[in-house]
C-alpha cells in the first residue's frame, strides 16, 4: 500500500510538472492503492475529495502563472502542497474524530481488562503489551481470567515466566469473575502499576460473552477496557468493534495479525471509523512484534519512500492492473454488474506467493462462500451476468424473476435462497457504485466521458 502511494508521490516530485493531470494520475493511484487495502469506498472517496479541494485550484493558478516550464521555488513548493495534503489526508482516515486515548498513572494501579473474540491474540498481545511497559520500568502483572480454554491459563504463565513477570490463575477455579477479583485485589496490594486481565472469548453467542465481559467488568473496575481485534477481515471488522465498543466501554483497541496481511488498511480506517484509539499494533507472534499506534508516524512510514522497487516487482502483475482500470471506468459511470462481481470474488481468491506464504485473509468459510457465489454465478446467462436483467425492479415478486432464480439453483446446485443472498449483495455493492458513481468520485475519469 505504502509503496504504490510513495512511488505516486515521487513522481509527482520528481517531475518538472505539477498540472490537473498530474494530480489526477496521482489520486487514481492512491484511490487504487488504499481501494486494493480495502479501505471503505466511501472513505476513499471523501479522501480523493478532500485533497483535490485542497490542492486543486493552486495547482490551477500556478499553471496559469508559470505554464508548463516552470522549474522554481513556486514548483518546489506546490510539490510540498501536494505531499502534505496527501499525508493530513490519511491521516485523518485513520484518526478517530473525537477520542480519547486513556493514559497509564505512575504509582497507582492501571487495570486493563483485555477483550475480544477467540483467536484474535489476546493472550499475545498481553505478553507483548507487558514487555512493552515492564521495558520502560513500569510494575507489571498478569491474571488468566480465561477459565474457558483448557490451557489458557499454561499460556499466559509461560509467556509471564518467559518475561519474569508475575501472574496471578488458578487451574480449578471456574468462576472468571472470582479470580478477576481475586487476582487484581492481590496485585493492588502488592502496589503493582499495570495489572492486566486476560479473558475468553469462548462465547459463541456475543450476548453471553457480553455478559461475561461486563460482570468481570463490574467486579474488577478497570481503568481501562482494550478490545482486542483480528485485522485479517479487513474493513468487515467494523461491526465487530462496534458491538464491543457498544457492550462493553471500550478505551482502546489493539489490532493484531497486520504482518504483511493485504487489508490492513481496511482494518485500522474500520476501527477509526469506530471512534476508538487504536493503541498498539501486532504484527507477529513474537513478543516485540508489537509498535505503539500513531496515524502520524505510521502514514510517514508508509509513504516513507525507498519501497519503489517492490512496487513495480509489483506491477509486473500487469493483468489485474488493467482489470482493475477497466473496473475503475466502470465504476465512474456507476455500472457494477454480477460480472464485475465475479472478477471480484476472482481477486479476492487470487493466490499469490506472498498470499500462501503469509496465509489468506479469507477464513475457509469466506473461501467456500465466494466459490459457491462463484458457481451459481456460472449457471448464469450473459444477459444476466451483464447487467440486462431486472433484478430487483418490480414491486413483490415478478413470476419471470422467480423462474429465472429457481433454472440458476438448479443449474449450480444451490437452493433459490442462496441465489437470492448472491442478488442482494450485488444489490448492495451495485448501489454503492452508483451512488459514488453519482457523487463524482472519479471525477477524472468521469469527465473524459462527457
Ligand atoms: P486469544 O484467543 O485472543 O487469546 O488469541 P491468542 O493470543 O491465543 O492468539 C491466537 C493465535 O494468533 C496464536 O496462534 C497467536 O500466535 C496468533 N497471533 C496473535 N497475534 C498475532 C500477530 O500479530 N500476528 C500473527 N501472525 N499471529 C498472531
Ligand atoms: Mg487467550
Same mark, same amino acid.
Given at each position: 500500500l505504502g509503496g504504490k502511494i510513495a512511488y505516486g508521490l515521487s513522481k509527482l516530485t520528481s517531475s518538472s510538472i505539477v498540472d490537473a493531470q498530474a494530480l489526477e494520475d496521482l489520486l487514481s493511484s492512491i484511490t487504487r492503492a488504499l481501494i486494493e487495502a480495502d479501505v471503505n469506498v466511501n472513505l476513499v472517496m471523501q479522501l480523493k475529495i478532500n485533497i483535490q479541494e485542497r490542492v486543486g485550484v493552486a495547482i490551477e493558478k500556478h499553471q496559469e502563472e508559470h505554464g508548463n516550464g516552470s522549474n522554481d521555488a513556486t514548483l518546489l513548493s506546490l510539490q510540498k502542497m501536494v505531499q502534505k495534503a496527501v499525508m493530513d489526508e490519511l491521516t485523518v482516515l485513520l484518526t478517530p474524530k473525537k477520542s480519547k486515548a486513556y493514559k497509564m498513572k505512575r504509582n497507582k494501579p492501571n487495570v486493563m481488562l483485555f477483550v475480544g473474540l477467540q483467536g484474535a491474540g489476546k493472550t499475545t498481545s498481553i505478553a507483548k503489551f507487558a514487555n512493552y511497559y515492564q521495558r520502560k520500568g513500569w510494575k507489571v502483572a498478569m491474571v488468566c481470567a480465561d477459565t474457558f480454554r483448557a490451557g489458557a491459563f499454561d499460556q499466559l504463565k509461560q509467556n509471564a515466566t518467559k518475561l519474569r513477570i508475575p501472574f496471578y490463575g488458578s487451574y480449578t477455579e471456574a468462576d472468571p469473575v472470582l479470580i478477576a477479583e481475586e487476582g487484581v485485589e492481590q496485585f493492588v496490594k502488592d502496589k503493582y502499576e499495570i495489572i492486566i486481565v486476560d479473558t475468553s472469548g469462548r462465547h459463541k453467542q456475543e450476548g453471553a460473552l457480553f455478559e461475561e465481559m461486563q460482570e468481570i467488568s463490574a467486579a474488577i473496575r478497570p481503568d481501562n477496557t482494550i478490545f482486542v481485534i483480528d485485522a485479517t477481515q479487513g474493513q468487515a471488522i467494523y461491526d465487530q468493534a462496534m458491538g464491543f465498543r457498544e457492550a462493553v466501554n471500550v478505551g482502546s483497541v489493539i489490532v493484531t495479525k497486520l504482518d504483511g496481511h493485504a487489508k490492513g488498511g481496511g482494518a485500522l480506517s474500520a476501527v477509526a471509523a469506530t471512534q476508538s484509539p487504536i493503541m498498539f499494533l501486532g504484527s507477529g507472534e513474537k513478543f516485540d512484534d508489537f509498535e505503539l499506534f500513531s496515524a502520524q508516524s505510521f502514514v510517514s512510514k508508509l509513504l516513507g519512500i525507498g519501497d519503489v522497487k517492490g512496487w513495480e516487482e509489483e506491477m509486473k502483475d500487469v493483468k489485474t492492473a488493467a482489470d482493475k482500470d477497466e473496473l475503475m471506468k466502470k465504476m465512474s459511470k456507476g455500472e457494477f454488474t454480477l460480472r464485475d462481481l465475479y472478477k471480484q470474488f476472482e481477486d479476492q481468491l487470487m493466490v499469490t506467493p506472498m498470499s500462501k506464504l503469509i496465509g489468506q485473509g479469507l477464513t475457509e468459510d469466506n473461501k467456500k462462500q465466494l466459490k459457491k457465489f462463484m458457481t451459481i454465478m456460472d449457471s448464469m446467462t450473459n444477459k444476466e451476468l451483464d447487467g440486462k436483467? #431486472?433484478?430487483?425492479?418490480?414491486?413483490?415478486? #415478478?413470476k419471470s424473476i422467480e423462474s429465472r432464480i429457481k433454472r440458476i439453483a438448479k443449474g449450480s446446485g444451490t437452493h433459490p435462497l442462496e441465489v437470492k443472498l448472491l442478488l442482494q449483495q450485488h444489490k448492495q455493492q451495485e448501489a454503492m457504485v452508483s451512488k459514488m458513481g453519482k457523487s463524482g468520485m472519479f471525477k477524472g475519469n468521469a469527465k473524459q466521458k462527457q
Open positions: 436483467v #431486472d433484478w430487483h425492479g418490480k414491486k413483490g415478486t #415478478d
